[in-house]
């Protein structure tokens, strides 16, 4: 996997992926950016949400479960001093479906947290890291 960030002025940044894809990223206007974009920890906390949310969705999908529509919420805590390391995330799932088993949502969610998802196994090295979830009918 490869990145590029290029500098484009004061604090905003553009990164490019390696598969193709840009995002804008800066910092807040008293650090001297413009908030023009992202953060760049934001864009961690988002990935992280998206790493669990593409895993859950899979193994829901293989347990054949009708998932119509799936929400991550994201509440995190950084550290106060250098280096403002996550210390706490909680991990909100919302899944809408048909006919959903709150057991295969529940271990959807933990082999994620526990086994697949990449993102959130690296940040609960200095972040606890919890979840939990509700299904809603649709």
């Known amino acids: 996997m490869k990145a590029r960030i290029k500098w484009i002025e004061a604090a905003t940044m553009l990164g490019e992926s390696g598969s193709g894809h840009s995002v804008v990223m800066d910092g807040p206007p008293d650090l001297g950016g413009r908030n023009l974009g992202l953060r760049p920890m934001e864009m961690l906390l988002i990935g992280m949400g998206g790493c669990t949310q593409f895993d859950v969705l899979l193994i829901l999908r293989k347990a054949r479960q009708a998932v119509t529509d799936c929400v991550v919420e994201l509440d995190a805590e950084r550290a106060e001093t250098d280096p403002k390391v996550f210390t706490r995330i909680h991990a909100h799932f919302i899944v809408t479906g048909r006919d959903l088993d709150a057991s295969r949502v529940e271990q959807a969610i933990l ?18 890291i919890s979840h939990d979830f509700e299904i809603c009918a649709g």
Not at 112 to 128: D, F, N, P, V
């Open 111 to 128: 082999l994620s947290a526990e086994k697949y998802c990449s993102a959130s196994i690296m940040l609960g090295a200095t972040a606890t």
